[in-house]
């Protein structure tokens, strides 16, 4: 009998391991299975509405999933439906790339008060994840901040000030689109705790920030003098050295007055968030950066008025029941891909993707270092012991006899003509359904 994996996650990580195993492992049968009823995870439920191409990465995971060695399993909560041990019963070997579900917080005062949210509820949200309430956010603020200077932030910063008109074309579903068209935003403040050099964005993601319909782009120029240390950035990277360019081509531009504005606020750190019943202002502290680029308070402290605050300070992945964690650095501890606990490496069992290195790098990345750990895999794959349980509907069988309605390929298919044909009848490409209930029927062919 051909060797069975299961790779625990449909993201790009997963899918790009399932991808490796079918094109290298020759006669291998892959199960990816995902906690959601909808495959391909952060491309569908943290990619932006507004970036159709990124969005389309899914059609080419599709093919993967597509393959006839491959079964999509969704609406499978590893850990609470079945466990990693009994995977490792039905299966040969067993990849985990669950990705980095939760966010980093930024350890202040205040941080909890009602209005004050992380950026992975606010990006589910507005993706559609069925995880989240769809009342979970009403955009009345008129001010908002959003701490951090990476690519989230970006996005945040960008969906707040898109225009209506601007969001009607995209696929979010129909009451995200009501939300953002009743959206009282208008200043929108992006807060970096050091200087535009050492700012994460990717040059393209910034640049689009001055493309938008309705917002103005407001930069103070004493912020894009170089320190010492900043100026050896931009010296040495390129990628530093072309966002300092877009920053300061924004310089100066007159403020036309457009509906929203977005404030690009560099040396700033939040000390915390201030309000009695919910967020009424955000206190910042002037930062200065000494030759070694570490950041120092300066004493100089403002409170800018805001009734919301988004942190967007990074992800971070979360403890899986019956696999090691590094609560340091967030990650599963591993060789080569090989899950090790306190060094001994737990056999048959792998990590792929954010949940092995950490939140870095764009989706691409995830190929290489899916392979790494498929190498590792095919490696071990002869000398590791052979699942107990011999048909692979066997482990079908153990979740709907737990009650588990699990999605199949097939599932997916239903689900995704039912967006599309959504979405036709509005003259957008799809309209995501966000109700777990609603895809579960449309995945059994009740919709
Ligand atoms: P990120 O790139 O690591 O950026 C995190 C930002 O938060 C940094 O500016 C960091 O500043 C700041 N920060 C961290 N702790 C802070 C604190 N306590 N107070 C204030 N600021 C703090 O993370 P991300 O934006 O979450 O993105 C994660 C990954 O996904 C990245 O690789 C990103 O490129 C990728 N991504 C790509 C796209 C896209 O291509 N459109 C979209 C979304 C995400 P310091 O540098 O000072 O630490």
Known sequence: MQPRVAVVGSGPAGVYAAEALIRYAGEVSVDVLDALPAPFGLVRYAVAPDHPRTQSISESLATVLDHPGVRFLGNVRVGA??????????YDAVVIAVGAATDRRMGIPGEDLP????ATDLVAWYCGNPDVDPGRFVLDASSVAVVGAGNVAGDIARMLARSAGELAATDAPDHILAAFAASSVRDIHLIARRGPAQSRFTTRELRELGDLELA?????????????????????????????????????QAETRLDRRIHLRFFQRPVEVLGTDRVE???????RLDVDGEVHGTGDIVDLPVQMVVRAVGYRSLPLDGLPFDEGSGVVPHLNGRVHRDGVVMPGLYVAGWAKRGPTGVIGTNKHDARETVRSLMDDLPALPRAAADSPDAVVQ???????????????????????????????????ISDRAALLRIAAGEG
């Open 115 to 118: 209005g004050s949210v992380s």
């Open 81 to 90: 439906d079945i466990s990693i041990d009994e995977l490792l019963e039905h």
């Open 216 to 252: 103005d782009l407001l930069v103070d120029p004493a912020d894009l003098e170089l320190d010492a240390h900043s100026a050896e950035v931009v010296s040495s990277s390129s990628a530093a050295r072309r966002n300092v360019e877009v920053l300061r081509g924004w310089v100066g």
């Open 281 to 287: 202002a955000i206190r910042l502290e002037r930062t």
């Open 398 to 432: 153990l979740l709907e006899s737990r009650g588990v309605d699990v999605v199949s390929w097939a599932g997916w298919r239903a689900i995704d003509l039912a967006e599309v044909e959504a979405g036709r009848r509005q003259g957008r490409p799809r309209a995501k």
